[in-house]
């Protein structure tokens, strides 16, 4: 059974930093892409950023870029996603997410946006930014 767990959140001024870690445990096959969501109270679930091992690079949403960093070892199946600068409107719960794990590595695929594209969810992280 593929689980995710997800670490790290936490409460900052403005302007701090946080880095958030995500561990992925039961897979047998090879973790191709992994993406961190957030929600916050009364808005819909979005992507933040997103990461593909088989050289589909990295993405993020718009509101991140420069200020946000994925990253992590598939062979190790864990990713992270440090936050810089962080904003008031960053604060939301935090989510890591990855797409079904294959027998074969996928090759350049992008990291996809939609949370539908996504097959399994750890549990949400609390980020809270106060100014």
């Known amino acids: 059974q593929v689980q995710l767990a997800v670490s790290g959140g936490g409460s900052v001024q403005t302007g701090g930093s946080l880095t958030l870690a995500c561990v992925v445990s039961?897979?047998?096959?090879?973790?191709?892409?992994m993406g961190w969501f957030r929600q916050a109270p009364g808005k819909e679930r979005e992507f933040v950023a997103g990461?593909?091992?088989?050289?589909?690079?990295?993405s993020y949403a718009d509101s991140v870029k420069g200020r946000f960093t994925i990253a992590g070892d598939n062979a190790k199946n864990v990713g992270y996603l440090r936050m810089n600068s962080l904003k008031p409107e960053d604060t939301a719960l935090y989510y890591c997410?990855?797409?079904?794990?294959?027998?074969?590595?996928?090759?350049?695929?992008?990291?996809?946006?939609?949370?539908?594209?996504?097959?399994?969810w750890g549990q949400g992280t609390q980020v809270t930014v106060s100014s």
């Open positions: 990461i593909s091992w088989g050289g589909g690079g990295t």
């Open positions: 039961g897979s047998a096959y090879n973790i191709n892409i």
């Open positions: 997410a990855i797409k079904r794990p294959t027998r074969a590595t996928v090759w350049g695929i992008a990291p996809p946006t939609r949370p539908d594209d996504y097959a399994y």
